[in-house]
């Protein structure tokens, strides 16, 4: 008779039977292990969290009173019949890849990840596994990172020119993790670094937990183009379309970092000025590497391009299947509107 796996695939989510517990489930359950604070992975509802001791923070920020239990990294704990630990993931501050073992048979669960180490999030550690479920965001050739350290000397090029020109410079990123990045890379000495509500939110809890970010100026009334000239200023994509940037002036310039900056279609269609490519995710290069590490024989990818990168995975020997979910990515970390699995510009 064969074994029942690890873990299923449900319409609520990623389901270990012999714990009786979800990874990143995106109906309500009882019992939910988080790989991280994004909330396409963190959502409200569930009657128990399990996360890493740094997730917490954001976690509880964003979600309030929940009842919530904490691992570090490493540490091994029983639930039911299987044994679960933590692994950093790299994709934000706290992230994890969650390992499940029972009787000798392992599976990985990698949440979202990135390979290269950012200097704020915990570096990703491989977890050697016989069953791996990768995302694949990014999972084309097409998407290869340049250094963080040659994008982040980019941007700071554009603001200098900017505010010679006089202009304020706003740049989108995600509130939770890439714009902590890009805060931790910024020249001060060109001018002020001012943050959304919810950028500064975020730096704050993070601050707190003893991450080194930079001083902030949190954009409220009275703050603008004329009380702070050469400002940079951080905020969600989604707010560089609203009335809360006029206060930055007509001239403002205005740029999104993204992985989807790569293509040169995304950055019409949104109507970027400038665009940098800048992901918290893995490329190319990076699953492939990922991937390889963990010594996996079968592999499973969630959203990106799910079919093109099975596809590949299946040319390279491996056994390979899909899992349809519902997470999302975050701000221009989703795939955007117009760009076809498979298709690129």
């Known amino acids: 008779m064969a074994r029942a796996s690890v873990l299923t695939f449900t319409d609520r989510g990623i389901f270990c039977p012999d714990g009786g517990f979800f990874i990143d489930p995106w109906r309500a359950a009882d019992r939910a ?3 991280h604070g994004h909330s396409d992975h963190a959502r409200p509802g569930h009657g128990h969290y ?3 001791h740094q997730a917490a923070p954001v976690i509880r920020h964003r ?3 929940v009842r919530l239990e904490t691992i570090a990294y490493g540490e091994v704990r029983r639930i039911g019949g299987v044994t679960v630990s933590f692994h950093p993931a790299g994709h934000v501050p706290g992230s994890a890849q969650i390992r499940v073992e029972r009787d ?3 599976w990985a ?5 990135k390979v290269d180490a950012d200097g704020l999030s915990e570096p990703f550690v491989p977890v050697t596994c016989h069953t791996f479920i990768s995302e694949c965001t990014f ?3 097409v998407f290869r990172w340049e250094p963080q350290e040659a994008v982040l000397a980019q941007i700071n090029r554009w603001w200098a020119a900017n505010a010679a020109d006089g202009r304020i410079s706003i740049l989108g990123a995600y509130a939770l993790g890439k714009a902590q990045r890009i805060l931790s890379g910024l020249d001060p000495d060109i001018g002020p670094i001012l943050t959304h509500g919810a950028v500064e939110a975020t730096t704050k809890v993070l601050r707190t937990q003893g991450y080194a970010l930079p001083e902030t100026v949190p954009v409220m009334a009275g703050v603008g183009a004329k009380s702070h000239p050469r400002a940079i200023v951080i905020a969600p994509p989604s707010a560089e379309a609203t009335p809360w940037a006029t206060r930055f002036g007509p001239t403002a310039a205005a740029a999104f970092a993204s992985g989807w900056m790569r293509l040169r279609g995304v950055r019409r269609r949104r109507g970027a000025e400038t665009g940098f490519v800048l992901s918290d995710h893995a490329d190319w290069p990076g699953l492939n ?3 390889r590490a963990t010594g996996a024989e079968r592999v499973f990818v969630t959203h990106g391009y799910t079919a093109v990168f099975r596809r590949w995975l299946e040319s390279q020997g491996y056994d390979a299947g899909i899992v349809q979910t519902e997470y999302e990515g975050e701000g221009f970390d989703a795939a955007p509107p117009g760009v076809p699995e498979g298709g690129i510009e």
């Open 139 to 141: 999972g084309l050739p």
């Open 50 to 52: 399990l996360c890493t």
């Open 63 to 65: 979600l309030g009173p």
């Open 289 to 291: 590497a990922a991937i």
């Open 109 to 113: 669960v990698s949440g979202d990840y």
């Open 33 to 35: 292990l988080i790989t």
């Open 104 to 106: 000798g048979e392992v």
